[in-house]
């Protein structure tokens, strides 16, 4: 079968799929007001393609604003009037009053379902039930976020007494946020820094990902009716003309991106006072699999396979090198490869799909030019047809053996590329990821428990997860996600994101009855929101 045959004819689509109106977006939020853009638009192509006889053709799906510095700027002053160098009316607002914000957020959010899930298919490929579980894991970690910052302050809500010394201690929000997400979970991964940002009381700048941008649009209005005038500004355009000038201002005070570390690098540095910057970084990873000679072979093939190929292999969690000793390494390969073979590729809106088309330009050619340096290597193709491609569709490959002087052995492809590596003693591994740039997580795969838990030891002060006998993955959301060296800044959870963006306030005195007498009666007259005692329900 032609690849581009898994390309459809538009009478192929069906209706409650298709995308049939063309998305011309001008708009953007700033101080409370949709603004129109009257300059440039950036137009927004699908990696789905059109097939008309022999000839494909990409579909455009709309255009958004291209913004410039000066909109930038104004977005920032926005949300600096708004912060009012901690003094504006959403950081003094009671927690329970920025909660009852989101909550109204949310009802609204949830009414554009359909329209985000659809606009997620066609803007980064991704299969219908994982664009779906994408949107209602979003909501839930916003409700989890509540839930969180209610205990929060119920735990805050009580009065310490230690050494002599009565205090009441509270978080409180840090300044001015400029939350930045990736293109593979553009709503999910975003929402998962914004959210937190937000509800804790921080002014925010919210730049949507590159790719997945046109479907921030339906939730424009949400924003709008949900949140004071500066609180949350939207903007869009080209990163080196508006964000940029962001971080020469020096006025932006909380920094949160999920992207490469290069990016985050160079934006960092053009911060002029760093040492005011907090930065919460989800950046590059390159996540073994360790497969040990006991390992169960039916599981472990299972878990690879999900862990390499889940939405192409686009995720920062997937596993993109996987470590076999050479006992078993034959066997694995050939069971691997049988499997990956049985994986749906197709269009997102088709059943059971796994494989679908790429949105990042230029894409497939990386992925190329990877497995053609491995296979002149000495690596082979294991898969019938793996490393095809034709437009924005790229069969996934199996390659055995990968040796440490091929590109893939160190270089994030990101993408369906499954590199395998056979070992002979463990400790090729161990040097692997204790001389890694990246640091993220790995798994490890085995039955042994004394030599399972030696590893255990040996990794738990390399990465920042170590999955047994399981894919390496972000959830559940109570987890701490966060890693080492160059793959990550920061931790995030519901609860950890909490505390990320905020910073803990003490007010205390002595403890003797002049004082506590004071302090009760502000208590009482209620003269102060933070030494408030309520207790939130």
Not at 341 to 355: D, E, F, N, R, Y
């Amino acid at each position: 079968m032609s690849l581009a045959t898994l390309f459809p004819q538009a009478a192929d689509i069906p209706a409650e799929f298709a995308h049939n109106a063309l998305i011309t977006q001008r708009e953007y939020l700033i101080n409370g007001e949709l603004l129109s853009w009257a300059g440039e638009l950036s137009p927004v192509l699908s990696p789905v393609h059109i097939r008309a006889g022999d000839s494909l053709s990409q579909v455009l799906l709309g255009h958004t604003p291209l913004l410039d510095e000066q909109a930038a700027l104004s977005a920032l002053e926005s949300a600096v009037k708004a912060y009012n160098l901690g003094r504006g009316a959403w950081p003094s607002m009671p927690v329970l009053e920025r909660i009852q914000h989101v909550e109204k957020f949310l009802g609204l959010m949830q009414l554009q379902r359909d329209e985000v899930v659809r606009l997620l298919m066609w803007e980064i490929g991704k299969p219908y039930a994982d664009a779906a579980k994408e949107f209602d894991r979003t909501c839930d970690y916003i409700r989890d976020t509540i839930a969180a910052l209610k205990q929060q302050d119920r735990d805050a809500s009580h009065f310490i007494i230690e050494q002599g010394s009565l205090g009441k201690i509270r978080r409180v929000p840090v300044g001015v946020a400029l939350c930045m997400g990736p293109f593979n979970y553009p709503l999910n991964e975003t929402f998962t820094t914004l959210i937190p940002a937000l509800i804790m009381g921080n002014t925010v700048i919210f730049k949507p990902a590159k790719y997945g941008v046109l479907l921030i649009q339906p939730l424009l209005q949400a924003f709008l009716q949900s949140f004071p005038a500066g609180v949350i500004n939207i903007i869009y355009g080209r990163g080196r003309e508006t964000v940029g000038a962001l971080m020469a201002s020096g006025k932006i005070d909380l920094f949160a991106f999920i992207g490469t570390n290069k990016g985050a690098s160079d934006l960092k540095r053009m911060h002029p006072k760093p040492h005011r910057l907090r930065a919460v970084l989800g950046l590059d990873a390159k996540n073994p699999a360790i497969v040990l000679a006991d390992a169960d072979m039916h599981r472990t093939i299972k878990e690879c396979v999900a862990g390499s190929l889940s939405f192409n292999g686009q995720r920062c969690t997937a596993l993109k090198i996987l470590f076999v000793q050479r006992s078993i390494a034959d066997e694995f390969v050939s069971q691997l490869t049988a499997e990956v073979s049985k994986l749906t590729a197709g269009m997102p809106w088709q059943a059971g799909v796994t494989i679908t088309p790429l949105p990042e330009p230029g894409k497939t050619g990386f992925l190329t030019e990877l497995l053609q340096d491995a296979l002149s290597k000495g690596a082979r193709l294991q898969n019938p047809g793996g490393g095809n491609s034709v437009a924005s569709f790229f069969q996934p490959a199996v390659l055995y053996p990968v040796s440490s002087d091929m590109r893939l052995y160190s270089e994030e492809q990101f993408g369906p590329l499954v590199p395998v590596v056979p070992c002979d003693h463990i400790s090729e591994v161990i040097d692997y990821v204790v001389n890694s740039n990246f640091g993220q997580q790995l798994s490890i795969f085995g039955q042994d428990a004394i030599q399972v838990g030696e590893l255990v030891d040996i990794f738990a002060n390399q990465v920042g997860r170590i999955n047994i006998n399981s894919q390496c993955q972000r959830g559940p959301d109570s987890f701490p996600f966060n890693g080492r060296k160059d793959s990550a800044e920061g931790t995030l959870s519901v609860v950890d994101a909490l505390r990320q963006f905020s910073t803990p306030t003490l007010v205390a005195a002595k403890y003797q009855d002049s004082d506590v007498d004071f302090v009760k009666q502000m208590v009482k007259a209620r003269s102060s929101n933070f030494l408030a005692t309520d207790f939130l329900f």
